[in-house]
T-cell receptor
Framework: TQLLEQSPQFLSIQEGENLTVYCNSS?????LQWYRQEPGEGPVLLVT?????EVKKLKRLTFQFGDARKDSSLHITAAQPGDTGLYLC??????????FGKGTTLSVSS | NAGVTQTPKFQVLKTGQSMTLQCAQD?????MYWYRQDPGMGLRLIYY???????DKGEVPNGYNVSRLNKREFSLRLESAAPSQTSVYFC????????????FGQGTRLTVV
C-alpha cells in the first residue's frame, strides 16, 4: 500500500515554464518534507512543513501543506535546467520512520 | 563534516553470496535507517533503528538483517544475495523529535548476477 501518492511521475518541460508537483495521502502526517535527488547522490532536504495550511518559499520554489495535513504541493516558477532532478515527498508520523512517495522526475530543457 | 558515510559505493555479487553494507554517521543522531531505491518505486524502508540497541522491520525486510553496532554505525547484511536485491541502497540518520529530518549517504549500487 502506497501511503503517499506523488503526481505526476514524470515531467518534461521547457525552461521558463511553471509546474506543480502533488503529494497526496489519506493519512495525517505530523510533518511533510520535500527532498531533491540528483543522479548518483542521496536525497537532500529542501523544506519541511509542519502546520496545516503552511506555505514556505525557497527562491522560485513554493511549498504548501494542506489544511488537514494529508497533502502537499511543490510549485516551481520559471523552471531552469538546474531544477532537473528527482523530487521526493516524505511524511513523518511520531514514532515511525519517514514514508516516501515514489517521486517525480523533472527534466527542464533549455 | 562527513555526515553519513556508506561503504562500498559499488558492489557486484553472485547469487548466493553474502555481504555487509556499512554505514556510519557523525552527527550524533539517535535514529538510523536503511532504504532501497528501485526505478519507479521511490525509497522503501528495509529496517530502521530508532535508538542504539533497537531495530525494527520496515516495508521490505525479507532477505536482510541489520546490526546497530553503536550509536554511529548501522550495518545491513545480505546473507544469500538474490537478483531481486539488485538495487541502490541508502543509509540515513535523523534526530528524534518532530520534524524528523533525514540525512542520507551517497548510496551503494548493488548488482546481483
Amino acid at each position: 500500500t502506497q501511503l503517499l501518492e506523488q503526481s505526476p511521475q514524470f515531467l518534461s518541460i521547457q525552461e521558463g515554464e511553471n509546474l506543480t508537483v502533488y503529494c497526496n495521502s489519506s493519512s495525517v502526517f505530523s510533518s511533510l518534507q520535500w527532498y531533491r535527488q540528483e543522479p548518483g547522490e542521496g536525497p537532500v532536504l529542501l523544506v519541511t512543513v509542519v502546520t496545516g495550511g503552511e506555505v514556505k518559499k525557497l527562491k522560485r520554489l513554493t511549498f504548501q501543506f494542506g489544511d488537514a495535513r494529508k497533502d502537499s504541493s511543490l510549485h516551481i516558477t520559471a523552471a531552469q535546467p538546474g531544477d532537473t532532478g528527482l523530487y521526493l515527498c516524505a511524511g513523518a508520523r511520531a514514532g515511525t520512520a519517514l514514508i516516501f512517495g515514489k517521486g517525480t522526475t523533472l527534466s527542464v530543457s533549455s | 563534516n562527513a555526515g553519513v558515510t556508506q561503504t562500498p559505493k559499488f558492489q557486484v555479487l553472485k547469487t548466493g553470496q553474502s555481504m555487509t553494507l556499512q554505514c556510519a554517521q557523525d552527527m550524533n543522531h539517535n535514529s538510523m535507517y536503511w532504504y532501497r531505491q528501485d526505478p519507479g518505486m521511490g525509497l522503501r524502508l528495509i529496517y530502521y533503528s530508532a535508538s542504539e540497541g533497537t531495530t525494527d522491520k520496515g516495508e521490505v525486510p525479507n532477505g536482510y538483517n541489520v546490526s546497530r553496532l553503536n550509536k554511529r554505525e548501522f550495518s545491513l547484511r545480505l546473507e544469500s544475495a538474490a537478483p531481486s536485491q539488485t538495487s541502490v541502497y541508502f543509509c540515513a540518520s535523523s534526530e528524534m523529535g518532530t520534524p524528523s529530518v533525514a540525512f542520507f549517504g551517497q548510496g551503494t549500487r548493488l548488482t546481483v548476477v
